[in-house]
């Protein structure tokens, strides 16, 4: 709005658009419950206090706060795209989120990065994009795109871009490596975020003194306390597979909290739709004892303070209006949101139209040289590294057991819950391929197949019989990228993710059933997991302990190097 | 420093310049004190913790904490330059401060500007500056020079200046006014500071709609819980002739401290040099029982987090080493302080040489046209408005009394502390005078002349007959600029501010003696005023109610225009 009407305005010269009448606002910069009036006109707060209004919605009392702001996420993890996403967590109160897009940026580079914006704009859910800084993660894998940091410069000029996300290869900071280095110059006067779990002491000095100002990896509230004296904002993330809020929230007091953000980092569809968002933090935040204004700070104006968001996070005149309102301070659930002024979202469901993703842009990614594609393996010893999974956690063992040999040929052997692995490389069709054994998934007989496998995002497959893996590897590629589940020949469930072999074009609720089905396919073949593709997405990561598998072969990630399978 | 060797550094890979052993580090951002110790290579904080040094201060247990930082001062009323002003309040722990030079700015414009940059430029302060939004004050006055938005435009690329100073034309800013708005619109991605004292409801409202982020104008809690709510950061003063500090710490609690700093405003000399700077406003505020951690935070991280200054105000890797060190939590007192990890000051004394300031392209500043001056009144009538000077108090009366008559003239009646007082442009020589009478002085001879008065800095003479006045005001025209008294042709005191007439050349300490000598001498002449200068520099302020006089005449301050002297 011009500056000279948002005076008039304000002065109260002319009718605003619209008086939340009767709101006890939460104002999260004096830390106080203000009852008052809140005049809005177009898209901005104009003036507290009462104003003649084309439209009055009398809050009789209830509470009225800034919308939610989720400081780290992936959209992706949710499965859909962001317009889909918006309509998972508008209605619970998140008006404005900040993504590193970097799960389609391994696929797809900068024009996946671009999809997203496309998929955000005009939509109800403000998205701000950090700079995808570590695609590929390693170069111990194949992924899609290479991200140097002069192809970041690009984004720096988006209004929408607000820094670098989180710079995970904290080795190549702490070791100087020059290419991570020009990304922190690149950005050295935006925001940086940062992700280094563990790290500690020296390295975390110098992780800090490049220039990194957050962390949301903190799983403790020692390492917490430690980033945080160095001057790192801290996120306390309530991911789907990374609970750590109510590990942290002990570190939360009415000295550090300004420092305090919440993120939810990566949240499944099901989460998102039974939990709920950063809504959940909150609620959950204050049924620990934390008082409900420090929880709407952490998850409102101490983001906006960090990201230099000026124009948000507070109820205040010239900010823009992304409000919710709700009843009760001690469990806020949000039952009107507003964004930019206009009601978007009324007891938990959206009134903005659905809109379907413009995907004419975007290739097809599941590019694989099924020539190449063999999952035997030659018997060359007796004893091989195995991947061990462990339920609930992303870090895996190193075991080494004997392996089950049939003619020339080492096979899987469901009867001790050994199972074949294989990373079909997936985006330039180069006929890469890795394979190994796994125990923990607990199939006992059949496959499953995901394009969806952190962060290269390759085809993974894992199976009890190598027919099963064929059938199952095939029809993942012929989605266009997904989740399946066979058995021989047969597809017993699939959950197609056609756009970058990540999300879905359909409604979010779609594909939460489908998965639904998905795993109860699974367990119908054996699957001791709650989540057996979620396991296997990040059963080829290479950054996270211990023994994992990519196209190129297994990575003991102690060593920070491939090892040979067979050990004797 | 380049990222790299930071890097190095902070890992411990090479020995650091300077550490801090044995410190108790007051950390800003966790909120704690902890014992550690503090590496600095060259100006940077490098890691918390030990490290091999070159050389090592043993703390022995001090306090050690960020430099504090003064929110908004005008260096000017120290009537010395930013190179002498850093000698008075570097000692004192003042490691950078946020400037406004509209006093300057008000006699020689944009190259008054440079010139306190100048004099700032590699110093041991570090000098922000905040681009003048209001120069001159009014057009019932004349000043030196007219800064225009399209004139700030040019100061905007500066990495020095950080946004638009103090936006004193709150009816300007309410009221819609063009150039108003066209200078919040070339400033509005950076910082806007306020100053709307008494501004409230909605007027208040507009004030902020339009973008200004803080205010030091409150002198009660009230008015700046208004503020507060309404989004303004609250900046507490304590000036010389505005003491707000012990008025408003009522207002400051953990829930809000977070969006209040403190600031000098203005600061003579003598108080600086007995009181101090920001030191003695961290001191007061914790002797009146403020958290000293809190207080702290005030002076430190809280102003360069709204000032966006995300290398200062607080001790962690990667920031500047302004560094301060200190014994008494409960009333800091540094004895050391740190500036770029160089020792500048120990003791309370500077260690950095004086540096004569370089005013070579600077032109005269006291530009008389002398044949128009005449302090003679004729007599129209017999009552007059008269200008009531009230004790340590800006505002004066409106006061209508009956004149003294001799002959055909008005003159001064010292028996009735009835004084002549008048404004005489001094910039371009237009030979405008404004005259009229003032009470609350007390001269009962003599004459009193300075080239001290906001903002315009007209050379005002007050005095009980025409020639003293004459004298005072050639001298003070002479010395090219200054305060001085004079008794019929007699000089008794003088103090020298020859550059724009504001400021002294001369050190501090030699301009606070002159001046207690001019006070001296004014109040040998029967001045009641512990310091008729101060008092005479805001009787030509026609922005501060109710009667004030400039060049042009007398002003109803309350009626915002011209009114006639005589009455009857």
Redesign the interface.
Known sequence: ME??S???????EEQVDLLFKNARVV?V????I?PTDVAVVRS?I????DYRAKEVLDLDGAFLAPGFIDAHVHVESAMVPPSEFARAVVPRGTTAVITDPHEIANVLGLDGIRFMFESAKHGPLSMYVMASSCVPATNMETNGAMLRWYDLVSLKSDPWVLGLAEVMNFPG??G?DEEV?AK??TFNELVIDGHCPGLS???L??Y????IQSDHECTTVEEA?EK????LTIFIREATNARNLKALLPLV????H??ICFCTDDRQPADLLDEGHIDFMVRTAIAEGIDP?MAIRMATSNTA?YF?LHDRG?I????RADLIVFDDLHAPRPRLVFRGGRLVAKDGEMLVPRRQPTTRNLRGTMNVNWEQVDFRIPAEGTTARVIGAIPNQLVTENLTLEMRIEGDEAVADPDRDLLKMAVIERHMASGSIGKAFVRGIGLTRGALASSVAHDHHNLVVIGADDRSMMTAARHCAALGGGMVVADGDRVLAEVPLPIGGLMSPEPIEEVRRTLDGALKAAASLGSTLHDPFMAMSFLGLEVIPTLKLTDQGLVDVDKFDFVPMWVG
């Not at 800090?208 to 220039?211: I, L, P």
């Not at 007091?253 to 550090?256: E, G, L």
Request: hydrophobic share 40%; charged share 20%; net charge positive.
């Open positions: 500056l000279a948002l005076i008039r305005y304000a002065r109260g104002n910069l004096s830390g106080e203000i901005r104009v003036g507290l206090g900071v702490v100087g280095l922190l110059r002491g020296r390295d000095q110098a800090a003194a490049a220039g306390q945080l004296r160095l001057g007091n009415q000295n550090n300004h420092r204004i303070n230099r507070a205040t005149p010239g900010r």
